[in-house]
């Protein structure tokens, strides 16, 4: 269990990293770029740390669908990205491999 919540810990992590190039503005800004690259390596460091245990085609898709979702969903509120209805189906379609691939997984 400990693997999952590391990888969970990196997902939300990866979120940060995401919205942080946003904020980071090409890397112009140097207290954004410095947090979105202290968050992309921790994020990382995370991800290698859960790949230990958790088979690695699970763990990347995982961490890849918590910042997906995460960056999605904060991109509607931290930014008015259209939160149109086919746009909100897609991200529950990968919230639902997520949730698939933890069910499934044999770690």
């Excluded at 269990?1 to 942080?20: C, D, K, S, Y």
């Excluded at 140097?30 to 690695?56: F, G, H, K, N, Y």
């Excluded at 961490?63 to 995460?70: E, K, L």
């Amino acid at each position: 269990m400990n693997a999952w919540i590391t990888l969970a810990v990196a997902g939300l992590l990866e979120i940060i990293w995401a919205i942080g190039l946003k904020y980071a503005d090409g890397f112009t800004k140097p207290v954004p770029s410095a947090i979105t690259i202290m968050a992309m390596i921790a994020s990382m460091w995370l991800l290698a740390q859960a790949a230990r245990t958790l088979p690695i085609g699970t763990a990347y898709a995982v961490w890849t669908g918590i910042g997906a979702v995460g960056a999605a969903l904060l991109g509607i509120m931290l930014f008015s990205e259209s939160p149109n209805v086919m746009r909100l189906a897609c991200i529950g379609l990968i919230v639902a491999g997520i949730i698939g691939l933890k069910v499934t997984s044999p770690s």
